[in-house]
């Protein structure tokens, strides 16, 4: 490769400014023209060149694109040269919203207007409007060099010595952000003596100011004229700092994410926030250090990336852009009858079974409807489930799978986190030795999902640190002087094990789970999943996993083209989230009569494993609106209640499993009895609806068969009378 020569490299830039020409719907236009047009108009502030334009303008000069891509910074200054020239010059007339360039150029005009009529002498004034005047002080925009659209993002890991002043792309998660700070780039200084203005360019983050003026008029006269910074005359930027982290994925075994700093200036900045996944091209650039620490690292310097572009990775559901094809494919699929059976269903096809428990997971993603009150007061939204089981039936999995699928999501392990990790922390800022609040798993999964894994394992004192987040979704702050709130509008999904590691059945439901009520309460699913000999069960499991293992996808009668990836699911969820479904007046009675129902039927039972509360009205209602944002529908309807009704029974039923029962078998049709007459009395008549006692009969682990059998047999004695379509049981009046 030739050495490059930079004034031909300027012509080049000016060239190919001038003359590339893109292709629009209707013809061909100068792309850049249009660009440097709407600059000096004001109507923009960011000129981006796009490699991938300059290689197809110098198909046959590679080598000035390669110059381009490995010392990046100098053409930047090239192009910003090449952009001065070309760019229309802005005439006198007042602007809108005029800034301090305005009033220099104004003061400039003054100037030289006395200086003409005091020497007489003929000045072209518009012509000399920015003599005097640096060019960085003059200039109105932001350019930016965009890498080509084919090149392959590095691994932190990959970034090496060669790397240095190059053009890069990495891809990590954002760990922390900054505070937007003002960097003075530019500083004007006013002598106040001779009145002489001079500027000096700040290149890098410390500089040691100007104090005596070198005009000519002070120098002639002898007079030492001391400087004064006009801070209004200065040019300031916005300058945020990033910490990039890599990629869990990434991360070789048994060593540390590394990170790597990046800063942000002008229109870049809070374009991301912590907890998420983003791609970064920039200069890779080297830096010494400062201060205290120069003395301590010696020739040791350290590394930053000065960044070009930024683009979020994984976006959350309100900045999520669907596709023309995808929005098609929704469209079928929400008038489907069994879309919710499928969508649940494509929860980890590789876990065996936990039907309803999928359907609980695919909720918690959709999610309720926040209200907010005239008063400010919020009533939540999200749903929050609790998976309480025996070691080995894969809840650390689903765990798993939700994070891959959620845009936006948290995971960690109970032991492994502290009230402050998963709330907020006070640190000091390096820069500005300020102390700051770094957020926790619960902040950084902000309108998200945050997967706490071994809730048990966690300290008391730490788990009370949730009971705020799980109701109100705020985290307060009292700490260090500093006293604020922070949302954390997530949905909690903790995984435990119960509290003698295996569930005892010989033992109440409250001493195995042991978690306070107070915390139980704020769940809206509690699932207790128990790994219980079965042999049917069993060998089903085992030929299950063992397929899994052989094929590499689930054995499943559906072909593997009709599961739903993890990309068009987050599609299909953020279209759901908005619609805001309402309950109807003529379900008000069908809601208040099951709440009422499932209270009397607490306060007959002499030891209650749950304690309905107020919070599980609300359950009801959010699942409920949960199932009916998956059907793309604004109103719900009694089947979405009977279903959320459903999957608190079946939620709850495990928990009532008691000491073994011997003859339980042979016994299960005084159960469905019971069960059936309890419905009745609660419902002050003598008919129950045979839709309703099977659906309660099978979420208490009962089979249909079984039911069907009771009926058969309590029929045969006359206690009561089946329709013969199957739509309501009757008992007989004696």
């Not at 080049?12 to 629009?24: I, P, R, V, Y």
């Not at 004034?125 to 060099?145: A, D, F, H, T």
């Not at 203005?197 to 007079?223: A, G």
């Not at 004192?461 to 700490?479: C, F, L, N, P, Y």
Request: net charge neutral.
């Amino acid at each position: 490769q030739k050495m490059p020569d930079y004034v031909q490299d300027i012509e080049k830039c000016k060239k190919f400014l001038e003359n590339f020409q893109t292709q629009s719907d209707s013809d061909k236009y100068y792309k850049y023209i249009k660009i440097l047009n709407a600059v000096a108009k004001r109507e923009s502030t960011i000129i981006p060149i796009e490699l991938s334009d300059v290689a197809q303008y110098y198909e046959k000069d590679q080598d000035f694109l390669t110059s381009i891509e490995k010392n990046t910074l100098r053409y930047v200054s090239l192009f910003s040269e090449a952009v001065d020239l070309l760019l229309p010059s802005a005439d006198l007339q007042p602007f809108d919203n005029d800034d301090v360039l305005d009033v220099l150029r104004m003061q400039k005009v003054q100037q030289l207007q006395q200086n003409q009529m005091k020497n007489a002498t003929f000045l072209d004034v518009p012509n000399n409007l920015n003599s005097g005047l640096p060019k960085e002080l003059l200039r109105r925009y932001e350019l930016r060099i965009l890498p080509r659209q084919n090149v392959k993002c590095l691994k932190l890991r990959q970034v090496l010595a060669q790397h240095i002043g190059a053009l890069i792309s990495i891809k990590g998660i954002v760990v922390r952000v900054s505070e937007v700070k003002p960097q003075l780039t530019l500083a004007t200084y006013t002598c106040d003596r001779c009145g002489h203005e001079i500027y000096q360019e700040v290149i890098s983050k410390n500089f040691m100011p100007l104090f005596q003026c070198i005009s000519d008029v002070c120098k002639t006269n002898s007079i030492a004229g001391k400087l004064v910074m006009q801070t209004r005359g200065s040019k300031f930027t916005r300058y945020q700092e990033i910490k990039l982290q890599e990629l869990a994925e990434e991360v070789p075994t048994g060593q540390t994410p590394r990170t790597v700093t990046v800063i942000v200036r002008g229109e870049l900045v809070r374009f991301c926030s912590p907890g998420e996944v983003a791609k970064i091209a920039g200069v890779f650039l080297p830096t010494p250090y400062t201060g205290y620490q120069a003395m301590k690292a010696g020739l040791i310097a350290d590394t930053f990336i000065e960044a070009m572009a930024v683009y979020q990775q994984k976006k959350s559901y309100a900045d999520y852009i669907v596709t023309k094809e995808q929005k098609i494919r929704i469209e079928q699929l929400s008038i489907e009858p069994n879309v919710y059976e499928k969508l649940s269903s494509s929860i980890a096809p590789e876990i065996f079974g936990m039907v309803d428990v999928k359907k609980a997971l695919l909720l918690l993603m959709v999610g309720g409807v926040t209200r907010v009150m005239n008063d400010g007061m919020r009533i939540r939204g999200d749903i929050n489930v609790c998976l309480v089981g025996d070691p080995g039936v894969a809840k650390s999995q689903l765990l798993k799978s939700i994070v891959q699928i959620a845009p936006r999501a948290i995971y960690t392990s109970g032991k492994g986190s502290s009230g402050v990790g998963l709330t907020a922390a006070v640190i000091r800022d390096p820069i500005t030795k300020e102390l700051l609040l770094e957020g926790g798993s619960l902040v950084l999964a902000d309108m998200g999902v945050c997967c706490i894994d071994e809730f048990d394992k966690m300290e008391e004192g730490d788990r009370t640190a949730i009971h705020e987040v799980m109701e109100q979704q705020t985290i307060s702050i009292a700490k260090a002087g500093i006293t604020t709130t922070l949302n954390a509008r997530t949905a909690i999904l903790a995984a435990a094990n119960p509290a003698y590691g295996r569930y005892n059945i010989y033992r109440t439901p409250s001493e195995n789970i042991n978690l306070p009520a107070a915390l139980l309460s704020r769940f809206d699913l509690l699932f207790v999943l128990l790994d219980k000999p079965n042999w049917e069960n069993d060998t089903a499991l085992a030929h299950h996993v063992t397929f899994v293992h052989q094929n590499l996808r689930p054995p499943t009668k559906i072909q593997m083209n009709q599961f739903i990836d993890a990309e068009f699911m987050r599609a299909y969820i953020s279209q759901a989230k908005k619609i805001d479904p309402f309950v109807p007046k003529e379900l008000t009675d069908h809601i208040v009569g099951s709440y009422v129902s499932m209270r009397a039927h607490e306060a007959q039972v002499k030891d209650p494993n749950t304690y309905t509360t107020a919070r599980t009205l609300l359950g009801i209602l959010r699942i409920s609106q949960a199932i009916a944002r998956l059907r793309m529908s604004e109103q719900v309807i009694a089947e979405d209640v009977s279903e959320a009704i459903r999957l608190m029974d079946a939620s709850k039923s495990s928990l009532k499993e008691v000491k073994p029962q011997k003859n339980r078998d042979k016994d299960f049709t005084s159960s469905i009895y019971i069960m059936i007459r309890e419905m009745a009395s609660l419902a002050t008549t003598n008919l129950v609806s045979y839709d309703d006692a099977l659906t309660r009969a099978i979420a208490r682990g009962f089979q249909p068969q079984q039911f069907n059998a009771c009926l058969e047999e309590y029929e045969a004695l006359n206690v009561w009378h089946v329709a013969s379509d199957r739509t309501f049981i009757k008992f007989s009046a004696n």
